[in-house]
């Protein structure tokens, strides 16, 4: 029987369709092949890190490899961002990004050898942090109409863990959104932040929960709110921010799973669906929910989306307040 060009053509495309299929099955059936390495950008007992040790050893049962935590701390995450992005796009170098890696940098640091929507993949959200907003307790105010009304009447001053911090730019956003001029004063950590809250030496700190939880209990700082969109489980009587005359207002500090642009999609997927099934698992949710953390996991499509609108939002308060790294 003689074939057709029509007939021919469409053997040809059954063909390439079958090769496709079978090479992305071969990148599934064969990954992980090795250890896998999980880059942070931050030095041992950060947030990010401690999101990954604890992600880390679960992982590597899921995959069958061992998933190796390493530490490249430095410029605000983008040497591990930077290393990440000249790996081989095979699955095996993974990154715990942050927001300030992701959304903050790019507008912060202005030129970077690398781009985040060019260079990188986005796998997965993983986990969402809140700061909590905290004055000195003797400033006097019981909420956040008050904090806003009282800056307005005199000069107050905000410390932070350093310019283009999420702290920093928490503080930002709200004297943006709020009409305030409260002065940023930039601290090495968040830890010296809120030691010179309770001194009287800044009289606000957008704080994580961890820095604290201890001076709020002890009566040393007061807690007015928190700026993620819903309230944090660990102190369910305080209102979010936006609840409390700021509509709108949100600062979520994210971390979630990167890996160098054009890994197959068959890899990331496998990722994805290992790490949700871990993120779903009680003990780690009351892990991570014991240290202030709620688990976010979401498609790499849910995810690009997310780290886009984010890239927007707080390019325009970097560039509203005029923050340059340090």
Same mark, same amino acid.
């Given at each position: 029987?003689?074939?057709?060009?029509?007939?021919?053509?469409?053997?040809?495309?059954?063909?390439?369709?079958?090769?496709?299929?079978?090479?992305?099955?071969?990148?599934?059936?064969?990954?992980?092949?090795?250890?896998?390495?999980?880059?942070?950008?931050?030095?041992?007992?950060?947030?990010?890190?401690?999101?990954?040790?604890?992600?880390?050893?679960?992982?590597?049962? &899921?995959?069958?490899? +061992? *998933?190796?935590?390493? /530490?490249?701390?430095? #410029?605000? %995450?983008? @040497?591990?961002? $930077?290393?990440?992005?000249?790996?081989?796009?095979?699955?095996?170098?993974?990154?715990?990004?942050?927001?300030?890696?992701?959304?903050?940098?790019?507008?912060?640091?202005?030129?970077?050898?690398?781009?985040?929507?060019?260079?990188?993949?986005?796998?997965?959200?993983?986990?969402?942090?809140?700061?909590?907003?905290?004055?000195?307790?003797?400033?006097?105010?019981?909420?956040?109409?008050?904090?806003?009304?009282?800056?307005?009447?005199?000069?107050?001053?905000?410390?932070?863990?350093?310019?283009?911090?999420?702290?920093?730019?928490?503080?930002?956003?709200?004297?943006?959104?709020?009409?305030?001029?409260?002065?940023?004063?930039?601290?090495?950590?968040?830890?010296?932040?809120?030691?010179?809250?309770? &001194?009287?030496?800044? +009289? *606000?700190?957008?704080? /994580?929960?961890?820095? #604290?939880? %201890?001076? @709020?209990?002890? $009566?040393?700082?007061?807690?007015?709110?928190?700026?993620?969109?819903?309230?944090?489980?660990?102190?369910?009587?305080?209102?979010?921010?936006?609840?409390?005359?700021?509509?709108?207002?949100?600062?979520?500090?994210?971390?979630?799973?990167?890996?160098?642009?054009?890994?197959?999609?068959?890899?990331?997927?496998?990722?994805?669906?290992?790490?949700?099934?871990?993120?779903?698992?009680?003990?780690?949710?009351?892990?991570?929910?014991?240290?202030?953390?709620?688990?976010?996991?979401?498609?790499?499509?849910?995810?690009?989306?997310?780290?886009?609108?984010?890239?927007?939002?707080?390019?325009?308060?970097?560039?509203?307040?005029?923050?340059?790294?340090?």
């Amino acid at each position: 029987m003689t074939s057709t060009p029509a007939t021919l053509a469409r053997i040809a495309g059954f063909v390439i369709t079958a090769a496709c299929l079978g090479l992305s099955n071969t990148f599934a059936a064969d990954f992980p092949s090795k250890p896998l390495r999980l880059l942070v950008g931050f030095s041992p007992g950060g947030g990010a890190d401690i999101v990954a040790r604890a992600m880390s050893p679960r992982l590597s049962d &899921a995959l069958g490899q +061992q *998933v190796i935590v390493d /530490n490249r701390p430095g #410029a605000g %995450g983008n @040497i591990a961002t $930077g290393i990440l992005a000249k790996a081989d796009p095979d699955g095996h170098t993974l990154m715990l990004g942050s927001l300030g890696q992701l959304a903050i940098n790019p507008a912060l640091y202005g030129t970077l050898p690398f781009d985040v929507s060019r260079d990188l993949a986005p796998v997965t959200r993983v986990t969402d942090a809140t700061n909590i907003l905290c004055v000195h307790a003797t400033l006097g105010v019981a909420d956040v109409r008050e904090l806003v009304a009282l800056s307005k009447s005199r000069s107050l001053n905000g410390g932070s863990s350093g310019i283009g911090s999420v702290a920093h730019l928490s503080l930002e956003l709200f004297n943006s959104m709020a009409g305030t001029k409260i002065v940023h004063v930039p601290y090495k950590s968040g830890g010296q932040a809120m030691v010179e809250l309770v &001194a009287g030496e800044v +009289q *606000v700190v957008f704080s /994580n929960p961890a820095a #604290a939880m %201890g001076h @709020i209990k002890a $009566g040393r700082v007061k807690a007015l709110a928190v700026t993620t969109p819903t309230r944090l489980d660990l102190m369910p009587d305080l209102p979010t921010v936006a609840e409390s005359g700021m509509p709108g207002f949100e600062a979520n500090n994210w971390v979630g799973v990167v890996v160098p642009a054009r890994t197959p999609r068959s890899r990331i997927d496998r990722l994805n669906a290992d790490i949700a099934a871990i993120l779903g698992t009680p003990e780690l949710r009351k892990l991570l929910h014991g240290l202030a953390l709620e688990t976010h996991p979401s498609t790499p499509e849910e995810f690009a989306s997310y780290i886009r609108s984010e890239t927007v939002k707080w390019s325009q308060v970097v560039k509203a307040s005029g923050a340059k790294p340090e």
